[in-house]
């Protein structure tokens, strides 16, 4: 009896792991303002396997959940690319940084210092 008791409570902590599949991180994603930040965050959630994703205007931090099934932190951030945002690892091609609306050109200093005045 004991010896099943065992068995059932270790059965029981692998099962309850093993179906926790979501990850977290975070990262850093250029950009300027709530139009870059909607668009940011919408890049992620079409990303298949993203959960949750929430850009801070202020500083830059892109928190993401996902389902390490479907997904990985590199797909994320291809789609965020291609979105126009660049990272530390991963530059945006000026093709897709170019289709930005001018207010969210955040690798242009006078669009940074007029967002600061706000």
């Known amino acids: 009896m004991k010896k099943l008791l065992l068995i059932m409570l270790l059965l029981t902590g692998v099962i309850s792991y093993a179906q926790n599949k979501n990850a977290r991180t975070s990262f850093e994603v250029d950009g300027v303002c709530l139009m870059c930040k909607e668009r940011i965050e919408k890049a992620c959630i079409k ?5 949750s994703a929430v850009w801070n205007v202020k500083t830059h931090e892109l928190s993401l959940i996902f389902d390490e099934r479907k997904t ?3 797909k994320i951030k291809n789609s965020v690319a291609n ?3 660049d990272m530390k690892d991963l530059k945006a091609s000026d093709e897709a940084y170019n289709s930005l609306h001018d207010c969210c050109k955040y690798r242009d200093e006078n669009v940074i210092d007029d967002h600061k005045k706000e």
């Open 83 to 85: 979105a126009g945002h």
């Open 72 to 74: 990985d932190t590199q």
């Open 47 to 51: 990303t298949k396997g993203v959960k």
